[in-house]
Nanobody, 123 residues
């Protein structure tokens, strides 16, 4: 059984930076990890993902160039560095893991989910 725990959310001002962490317990070797977010009244959307095998990364167009996803396999942790935050980034951020190491952007493919961490960006 895989458990994911997100941390690092909070209230920041527009233009600030924030780093989220997703720490996994259980057997996660070979799993791709993704970050998704859900704003109030909206559906869950893909943010970024990273593959296990080669750490290849994928990003949503809306965060390309501002967010960076990385992983530390020794710590079973995936990070999401978020720069130049704006009010549209306000959401609950979730990390998710999938046994297929594809870096997919489709939330339905992910098998394990964390509880989410709130990010609020004030303008």
């Amino acid at each position: 059984q895989v458990q994911l725990v997100e941390s690092g959310g909070g209230l920041v001002r527009a233009g600030d930076s924030l780093t989220l962490s997703c720490t996994a317990s259980g057997h996660t070797a070979g799993y791709a990890t993704g970050w998704f977010r859900q704003a109030p009244g909206k559906g869950r959307e893909f943010v970024a993902s990273i593959r296990w095998s080669d750490s290849r990364t994928y990003y949503a167009t809306s965060v390309q160039g501002r967010f960076t996803i990385t992983r530390d396999n020794a710590k079973n942790t995936v990070y999401l560095q978020m720069n130049s935050l704006n009010s549209e980034d306000t959401a609950v951020y979730y990390c998710a893991a999938v046994t297929i190491d594809s870096g997919s952007s489709a939330s339905a493919e992910y098998e394990y989910w964390g509880q989410g961490t709130q990010v609020t960006v004030s303008s």
